[in-house]
C-alpha cells in the first residue's frame, strides 16, 4: 500500500515538473510569449519565416513599412527609414522622433552595422512583390542574419497586410480595426468611382519637382490615387522606372490644358506657391481658375511616397476635391479620425485649417 502510494506520489511530482518545463519552453505562466519560442508565418511573397513569438522590436527597411508598423504600434519600432522632416515631427510623438535612422533599402542605404546593435527580432519590407524584390531580400537577409517578411504594397491588399504584421506583433485588434477601415474605404472608393462617367471626368496634372516639371502618367503606381478615384491623368509620357518622375516641358503641360493641378507642397521641395506667380503657367486653365492644390504631406503625404496607408486618406481627399457630390465626406471629420486611428494623434481646429488650407476648395 505504502509502495503504491509512493508510486502514485511520484508520477504526480513527474506529470508538474513536466507541466513546469513544457511551460518554460513555451509560454510564461502570466500569459507572456518566451522569448525561445518560434512563430511561423507565411509572407505575401508565399515564404515560409520563422521569427521570434515575441517581438519587442521590429523594423521596415521601406518607409512604406515604416507606416504600417508606427500605425499599429510606434513602440514597437526600432527606427526610421530617414532623418524626419520637421513637418512631420508636428505629427509624430515627441519619443518617437528620436528613433535612429537605420536606412532605406530602395535606396540602398541600409545601415547593417546600426541595424544590429539595435537588434530587432524582425523585419519587414513591404513592396512590389517581383523577381528583382526577392533577389534583394535574399541578399538582406544574407547580410543582416535575420529573416524578413515580405508584404504587398498594392493598397487593395492592406487588409492582409495588416493580418500578418498584426499576428507578428501581437496587435491583432488594432490591426483588424485598421484593416476594416482600409477595406470600407476601398469599397467606397470602388463604387462611387463607377458613378463617374467618361465625359464627365476631371483632367488634372500632377506636379511634381522643384519646377512642377516631372510627373507620372496613368498606370503607375505613383498616381494610383488619380486612377482610382475617376480622374482623367492627362500625362501622355512614359513610365520612368519605379522611381517615376518623367521630365516634361510647359509647352506639354499647355496643351494638356489640365482642369485641375495637384503639387508637391513647398516643404518637399515642390512648385505649388510658384505656380501661380510663373507666368509660363497663366494660360493653363487649372491656373487660370484658381484650381491649383497643395498635396498634404504631413506627417506623410496624402497621395504619394512612399505608397503607405497615408494613400487611403488620399483617395477620399482627392475624390471630394474633384467630385464632392459623389464622394461626398465631410473632410474636416475624415482627416481627424485618420490622424487619431492611424497616426495617434487628435489634431486640434486650427490643425485640420492648416492641413487643408490650400488643398481644398474655399
Same mark, same amino acid.
Given at each position: 500500500?505504502? =509502495?503504491? =502510494?509512493?508510486?502514485?506520489?511520484?508520477?504526480?511530482?513527474?506529470?508538474?515538473?513536466?507541466?513546469?518545463?513544457?511551460?518554460?519552453?513555451?509560454?510564461?505562466?502570466?500569459g /507572456?510569449?518566451?522569448?525561445?519560442?518560434?512563430?511561423?508565418? /507565411?509572407?505575401?511573397?508565399?515564404?515560409?519565416?520563422s521569427?521570434?513569438?515575441?517581438?519587442?522590436?521590429?523594423?521596415?527597411?521601406?518607409?512604406?513599412?515604416?507606416?504600417?508598423?508606427?500605425?499599429?504600434?510606434?513602440?514597437?519600432?526600432?527606427?526610421?527609414? *530617414?532623418?524626419?522632416?520637421?513637418?512631420? =515631427?508636428?505629427?509624430?510623438?515627441?519619443?518617437?522622433?528620436?528613433?535612429?535612422?537605420?536606412?532605406?533599402?530602395?535606396?540602398?542605404?541600409?545601415?547593417?552595422?546600426?541595424?544590429?546593435?539595435?537588434?530587432?527580432?524582425?523585419?519587414?519590407?513591404?513592396?512590389?512583390?517581383?523577381?528583382?524584390? +526577392?533577389?534583394k531580400?535574399?541578399?538582406?537577409?544574407?547580410q543582416?542574419?535575420?529573416?524578413?517578411?515580405?508584404?504587398?504594397?498594392?493598397?487593395k491588399?492592406?487588409?492582409?497586410?495588416? #493580418?500578418? $504584421?498584426? #499576428?507578428?506583433?501581437?496587435e491583432?485588434?488594432?490591426?483588424?480595426?485598421?484593416?476594416?477601415?482600409?477595406?470600407?474605404?476601398?469599397?467606397?472608393?470602388?463604387?462611387?468611382?463607377?458613378?463617374?462617367?467618361?465625359?464627365?471626368?476631371?483632367?488634372? *496634372?500632377?506636379?511634381?519637382?522643384?519646377?512642377?516639371?516631372?510627373?507620372?502618367?496613368?498606370?503607375?503606381?505613383?498616381?494610383?490615387?488619380?486612377?482610382?478615384?475617376g480622374?482623367? @491623368?492627362?500625362?501622355?509620357?512614359?513610365?520612368?522606372?519605379?522611381k517615376?518622375?518623367? /521630365?516634361?516641358?510647359?509647352?506639354?503641360? $499647355?496643351?494638356?490644358? !489640365?482642369?485641375?493641378?495637384?503639387?508637391?507642397?513647398?516643404?518637399?521641395?515642390?512648385?505649388?506657391?510658384?505656380?501661380?506667380?510663373?507666368?509660363?503657367?497663366?494660360?493653363?486653365?487649372?491656373?487660370? @481658375?484658381?484650381?491649383?492644390?497643395?498635396?498634404?504631406?504631413?506627417?506623410?503625404?496624402?497621395?504619394?511616397?512612399? !505608397?503607405?496607408? @497615408?494613400?487611403?486618406?488620399?483617395?477620399?481627399?482627392?475624390?471630394? +476635391?474633384?467630385? !464632392?457630390?459623389?464622394?461626398?465626406?465631410?473632410?474636416?471629420?475624415?482627416?481627424?479620425?485618420?490622424?487619431?486611428?492611424?497616426?495617434? *494623434?487628435?489634431?486640434?481646429?486650427?490643425?485640420?485649417? /492648416?492641413?487643408?488650407? @490650400?488643398?481644398?476648395?474655399?
Amino acid at each position: 500500500m505504502f =509502495k503504491n =502510494k509512493r508510486f502514485i506520489s511520484l508520477v504526480i511530482i513527474f506529470i508538474l515538473i513536466s507541466s513546469l518545463l513544457f511551460g518554460c519552453n513555451h509560454q510564461k505562466t502570466n500569459g /507572456e510569449v518566451n522569448a525561445n519560442e518560434s512563430l511561423e508565418v /507565411e509572407d505575401m511573397a508565399g515564404r515560409k519565416i520563422s521569427i521570434p513569438a515575441k517581438v519587442d522590436r521590429i523594423f521596415s527597411v521601406d518607409p512604406v513599412g515604416t507606416i504600417l508598423l508606427y500605425s499599429l504600434n510606434p513602440d514597437k519600432m526600432a527606427g526610421w527609414n *530617414y532623418e524626419l522632416r520637421e513637418g512631420e =515631427k508636428r505629427f509624430i510623438g515627441e519619443k518617437y522622433q528620436s528613433l535612429p535612422n537605420l536606412g532605406d533599402a530602395g535606396k540602398e542605404t541600409i545601415n547593417i552595422e546600426e541595424l544590429l546593435k539595435v537588434d530587432p527580432e524582425a523585419l519587414i519590407m513591404v513592396t512590389k512583390i517581383d523577381d528583382s524584390t +526577392l533577389s534583394k531580400v535574399d541578399e538582406l537577409e544574407k547580410q543582416t542574419g535575420k529573416a524578413i517578411v515580405v508584404l504587398d504594397y498594392n493598397m487593395k491588399r492592406l487588409d492582409e497586410a495588416y #493580418e500578418i $504584421l498584426g #499576428e507578428i506583433m501581437d496587435e491583432e485588434d488594432k490591426a483588424k480595426e485598421l484593416a476594416k477601415y482600409c477595406k470600407k474605404t476601398l469599397d467606397e472608393i470602388r463604387k462611387n468611382s463607377s458613378k463617374i462617367i467618361e465625359e464627365k471626368k476631371m483632367n488634372i *496634372y500632377y506636379a511634381e519637382g522643384p519646377d512642377g516639371l516631372q510627373t507620372e502618367p496613368a498606370g503607375s503606381w505613383h498616381v494610383q490615387v488619380i486612377d482610382m478615384i475617376g480622374g482623367r @491623368n492627362v500625362a501622355q509620357v512614359e513610365v520612368k522606372g519605379e522611381k517615376g518622375k518623367s /521630365e516634361v516641358s510647359i509647352e506639354q503641360v $499647355l496643351a494638356w490644358d !489640365p482642369d485641375i493641378i495637384i503639387s508637391w507642397d513647398d516643404e518637399r521641395g515642390g512648385y505649388y506657391s510658384e505656380i501661380y506667380k510663373d507666368s509660363n503657367w497663366k494660360d493653363i486653365k487649372a491656373v487660370k @481658375n484658381r484650381e491649383v492644390y497643395e498635396i498634404p504631406n504631413k506627417p506623410f503625404n496624402w497621395f504619394d511616397r512612399p !505608397p503607405s496607408i @497615408n494613400r487611403i486618406l488620399g483617395l477620399k481627399w482627392l475624390g471630394n +476635391l474633384l467630385y !464632392p457630390d459623389v464622394y461626398n465626406y465631410d473632410m474636416r471629420n475624415e482627416v481627424k479620425e485618420f490622424y487619431d486611428k492611424f497616426y495617434h *494623434y487628435k489634431l486640434s481646429e486650427d490643425e485640420i485649417d /492648416e492641413l487643408l488650407q @490650400n488643398s481644398t476648395r474655399h
